[in-house]
């Protein structure tokens, strides 16, 4: 039986629900999983008003069409050396909810159990002029964010 994309992972979380989940669970992650020039351009989640530091982790690089293929390995190594186990939740942001949910897909098939996909992403969708930022999204959400 072929499993689908949704059901392949924990399921979508606004924004919001991402970071009340990161406020109240000690064990949940941040992972954002955009680009190098995203962070350093656009902004970055700030989570250390938590005691939390974001997971930066290129789920592909600019301007790759693909996947990084050590992505998953490299992954795995950062949240073993943070101490958590397969269990642990762990939130994929990107700009829009795409490549996050692809991650959350990936991690989920090498075992972990709670990934979820920021289906609004840190910029989320276009508003009426095509711009992202103001409609949904971490950024539109007003969490805390820093930029360069």
Not at 47 to 63: C, D, N, R, T
Not at 65 to 70: I, Y
Not at 128 to 147: E, N
Request: with cysteine; proline share 3%.
């Amino acid at each position: 039986m072929e499993v689908s994309m949704h059901e392949a992972y924990a399921g979508d979380r606004n924004a919001t629900e991402a970071f009340e989940s990161l406020k109240t669970d000690g064990s949940a992650v941040l992972v954002d999983v955009r680009t190098k020039a995203e962070w350093t351009f656009v902004g970055i989640p700030d989570i250390s008003e938590l005691e939390k530091e974001v997971i930066l982790a290129e789920w592909q690089g600019f301007p790759s069409s693909g996947p990084h293929e050590d992505f998953a390995s490299q992954l795995s190594d950062e949240l073993k050396q943070k101490g958590l186990d397969q269990n642990a939740a762990i939130f994929f942001l990107c700009r829009s909810g795409v490549r996050s949910k692809a991650a959350a897909v990936t991690m989920t098939a090498l075992g972990y159990k709670n990934c979820y996909n920021v289906a609004d992403g840190f910029e989320g969708g276009h508003d009426g002029r095509g711009h992202r930022g103001s409609v949904s999204g971490w950024k539109a959400q007003g969490l805390p964010w820093s930029q360069g």
